[in-house]
């Protein structure tokens, strides 16, 4: 699973300010899953991509939050005009096909909004 | 709806000891897929197992092994002999077959294993 690669690994931002996280899949993946882990609590799915579609963003608050997988590079996590509850550890995971198969994980980012 | 369940929020015990974390899940999927993962201090998430609902047999990988019994909705790791490494949060979770998109977790229960 060292082979998803999510930069940056700490991100400080101030209120209002935007955040962006990446996240490069393993070589040879064309599924992406964005999860939020919020502080003492477990994952939660936010948003499934393939390249250049988004899937599922079921998960995804409804504003300030945006996720783009392009032909090329990696995919980005957006947040908008952070708030403080926005801070919590964000994970990548890809995959080659269905999720089922193997869903590998990034080291997270961890997002700081002070 | 899918739903896991872990409901061991915290253990502690001494090294050496086996250690069983619970897991109970809920779906009405016939065909679905059962995790475990470990999250260690440092933070990352260290995938350890991956079950198919069709595949009822116990594993074993060293001192890590894995119960799911269907009929109880139930796939508990117990970790023997453990180890002070083996501190950590540890993770369930479910993926439906036929919601390829996402995988549910459990609140994880944190793991401390004391020297």
Known sequence: NAGVMQNPRHLVRRRGQEARLRCSPMKGHSHVYWYRQLPEEGLKFMVYLQKENIIDESGMPKERFSAEFPKEGPSILRIQQVVRGDSAAYFCASSPNRVNTEAFFGQGTRLTVV | ?115
């Not at chain 2, 799911?68 to 796939?75: A, E, G, L, M, V």
């Open chain 2, 1 to 115: 709806a899918q739903k896991v369940t872990q409901a061991q929020t915290e253990i502690s015990v001494v090294e050496k000891e086996d250690v069983t974390l619970d897991c109970v899940y809920e779906t009405r999927d016939t065909t679905y897929y059962l995790f475990w993962y470990k999250q260690p201090p440092s933070g990352e998430l260290v995938f350890l197992i991956r079950r198919n609902s069709f595949d009822e047999q116990n594993e074993i990988s060293g001192r890590y092994s894995w119960n799911f019994q269907k009929s109880t909705s139930s796939f508990n790791f117990t970790i023997t002999a453990s180890q002070v490494v083996d501190s950590a949060v540890y993770f369930c979770a479910l993926s439906e077959s036929n919601r390829d998109d996402k995988i549910i977790f459990g609140k994880g229960t944190r793991l401390h294993i004391l020297p």
